[in-house]
């Protein structure tokens, strides 16, 4: 498998650069820790609103990531010889 290293920085960069509604919906689940439907009530939609918008604001952050500042981790495993 290709195995790789995101840092923390990595993931503020790409965080300040998403959308501001992406930016919101990630820190009230994912950094916050709220359920969908606390999340829902302090934004006033529907629960379904926040699964979707929780769906696209990941898959906008991993894809900005992966554009922009993932590099391969060089793990070399050694095999034991008998």
């Known amino acids: 498998g290709d195995e790789r290293l995101i840092t923390g920085l990595d993931v503020r960069r790409q965080m300040a650069r998403l959308a501001a509604h992406h930016r919101e919906i990630l820190a009230l689940i994912d950094l916050a820790g709220l359920s969908y439907g606390e999340a829902a009530e302090i934004l006033d939609v529907p629960v379904g609103t926040v699964m979707s918008r929780v769906s696209r604001a990941r898959r906008a952050l991993l894809e ?8 391969p981790f060089g793990a070399v495993r050694k095999r034991r010889s008998s």
């Open 64 to 71: 900005g990531i992966g554009e922009t500042n993932v590099r």
